[in-house]
């Protein structure tokens, strides 16, 4: 399932890095809970418990503005003193 093929990568991110949170965006994210859900139990299954157990997954929702607010966001605070 495209659940368990991305929670496989996840899992790894999540081993790897152990970040606060996972946002999916793009078309995924349009799938909202249909594929969050199972993505997160599957995750569950693979990640190390310390890795999982503080981080949230979640769904965009700005579908495809992500990249362009992304972007400002992250030129406006390399300009900040």
């Not at 399932?1 to 991305?6: K, M, Q, R, S």
């Given at each position: ?11 790894n991110l ?10 999916i965006g ?51 605070a390399s300009?900040?003193?």
């Amino acid at each position: 399932t495209v659940a368990g093929e991305l929670a496989i990568a996840v899992a790894n991110l999540l081993n790897l890095l152990n970040p606060s949170i996972v946002v999916i965006g793009g078309d995924l994210a349009q799938a909202g809970d249909l594929l969050i859900d199972p993505l997160r139990t599957a995750v569950k299954g693979r990640a190390l418990f310390t890795s999982i157990a503080n981080t949230r997954i979640v769904g965009t929702t700005l579908s495809f503005r992500a990249t362009a607010v992304g972007a400002a966001t992250s030129r406006a605070a390399s300009r900040a003193p």
